[in-house]
């Protein structure tokens, strides 16, 4: 029999998360990612929970370690940069972590170890990605946009919060799954100065203002900006240039103290901040993660947004589920026969049913908890919410992880697959 011949549309975490355990499998894997190379952008991203026993299982810890980031907590600060909380990193690898955990990484660093530990078994095409397809009952025909054509037995749809594949299994006047958590972020890089720690620092300004630091380099820090409600300058500049963005962010902030000048100064040179990105923080949430033979992974599918501190958890769990669930179709369908208890008697279709079933209950958590607290209906919500964070920081309870991020989900462990323990990858 044919190799199962799989194409993953995004070369983000998801997609090579996923290649990485079919292509041990012996299945035929490729990637399309869009940019012309690997996107190694972003900033400091973590794993918690589930996310890490996963990256274990993988056998990728140890590379991990080698990238973490070395930030010693979380404080907040008053306009004057004196600190009012801290919230130490803990170290001790038990309970909750803190805001800041033992798993920090910058992204793009991620993004080149699962490459790595994938370009050897998986074929990757950058500045390609899926222009349409058609499927009947035994493939998917996928054409591309440098003209060519091909045939999968399945096509999975990795690509990201904007996703096209999602659009293009939805049917063609549904509206897109995209829920608004009223809240926008600025990212950037800008030179480190005196007096930078290796510490995440937050201010709150009036308005509903938020600037945010982070540092991973000797010689840069990570600048965030956000803005925690619905505005229509900023909503109707998400689709304009970097420059209007820029521009629209600077003046939003130019009366916001603490160290809004240095960001703004960095806004305005063109030799700085060349990593600006923007973007309006939200979830998808979609009933149906896959039509056919065509399925959802990753922030395409639930991306439970940066406020959840669960995105690349998220990630990294989804593919070891659906690749899980895959193996054990494939396996069961070439035992006996018959004994495909899932209902559809097509392996692939019984496996990606098994995959929404076993995942959605991991992934609600994560995104109901959420919606419930960090996502207050009115502008007013907002404000209470970020009143009793600095007033939490005070009493030094770590409301973040105990109530903010979505690190403790309970009753639900993550499912063994005899497939993929058998590859013995396992540290
Ligand atoms: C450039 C970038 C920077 C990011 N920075 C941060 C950050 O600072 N903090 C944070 O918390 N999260 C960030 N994220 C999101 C974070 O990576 C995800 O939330 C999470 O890791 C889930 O990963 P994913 O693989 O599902 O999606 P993503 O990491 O978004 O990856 C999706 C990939 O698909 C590619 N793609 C998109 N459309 C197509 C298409 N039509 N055809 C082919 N390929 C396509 C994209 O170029 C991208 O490489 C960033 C994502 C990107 C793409
Ligand atoms: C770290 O977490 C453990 C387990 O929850 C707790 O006992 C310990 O006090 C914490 N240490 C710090 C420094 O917060
Ligand atoms: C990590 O941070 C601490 C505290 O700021 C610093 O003393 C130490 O040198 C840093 N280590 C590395 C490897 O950057
Ligand atoms: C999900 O898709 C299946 C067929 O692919 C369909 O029968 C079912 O109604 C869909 N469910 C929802 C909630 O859209
Ligand atoms: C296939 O499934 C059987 C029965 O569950 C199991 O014993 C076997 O280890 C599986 N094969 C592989 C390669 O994992």
Not at 123 to 151: A, L, M, N, P
Request: overall charge neutral; glycine content about 10%.
């Amino acid at each position: 029999m044919a190799a199962l011949k799989v194409l993953i549309s995004g070369g983000g975490i998801a997609g090579p998360a996923l290649a990485f355990w079919l292509s041990r499998l012996g299945y035929d894997v490729t990637i399309v990612e869009r940019f012309s190379c690997l996107r190694a952008s972003g900033q400091q991203i973590d794993l918690r929970g589930h996310g890490i026993q996963t990256l274990k299982r993988m056998g990728l810890e140890q590379a991990y370690r080698s990238k973490v980031v070395n930030e010693t907590g979380l404080q907040f600060v008053d306009s004057s940069g004196r600190q009012k909380a801290f919230f130490p990193a803990n170290k001790t690898g038990k309970g909750l972590q803190s805001f800041t955990t033992n798993y920090e990484i910058m992204r793009g660093d991620l993004c080149r170890l699962l490459y790595d530990a994938t370009k050897d078994h998986v074929k990757y095409i950058f500045g390609t990605s899926v222009e349409s397809f058609e499927q009947d009952d035994k493939s998917v025909e996928v054409q591309f946009t440098d003209g060519s054509k091909d045939r999968f037995d399945l096509l999975v749809g990795a690509d990201g919060l904007g996703s096209r594949t999602r659009r293009m299994i939805l049917p063609p006047d549904s509206p897109d799954p995209f829920y608004s958590l009223h809240m926008y972020m600025a990212y950037f890089t800008i030179p480190q100065q005196e007096g930078d720690e290796y510490i995440a620092t937050g201010y709150l300004a009036t308005n509903k203002r938020l600037l945010f630091t982070r540092r991973h380099s000797p010689d840069s820090i990570q600048a965030y900006m956000g803005y925690s409600d619905d505005l229509d300058q900023l909503k109707d500049v998400m689709k304009s240039g970097v420059e209007e963005q820029k521009k629209i962010w600077a003046e939003l902030f130019q009366d916001a103290g603490w160290q809004a000048q240095r960001f703004i100064k960095a806004l305005q040179d063109d030799s700085l901040s060349n990593d600006f990105f923007t973007h309006e923080v939200a979830q998808v949430r979609i009933d149906n993660w896959s039509r056919g033979r065509v399925v959802l992974l990753g922030d395409a599918a639930y991306c439970p947004s940066p406020a959840t501190g669960m995105g690349t958890s998220l990630s990294l769990v989804g593919a070891y589920v659906l690749a899980g669930e895959i193996a054990k179709h494939l396996n069961r369908s070439n035992g006996v026969d018959g004994d495909n208890t899932d209902g559809a008697g097509d392996p692939i279709l019984s496996a990606l049913e098994a995959y929404q079933r076993r995942l959605k209950p991991f992934v609600s958590q994560v995104q109901k908890l959420a919606s419930g607290f960090w996502v207050p209906s009115s502008p007013r919500g907002i404000a209470v919410f970020n009143f009793l964070l600095g007033l939490a920081a005070k009493l030094r309870i770590d409301v973040l992880s105990r109530w903010v991020l979505r690190e403790d989900v309970r009753g639900w462990d993550l499912p063994e697959y005899a497939e993929l323990a058998q590859l013995g990858l396992s540290e």
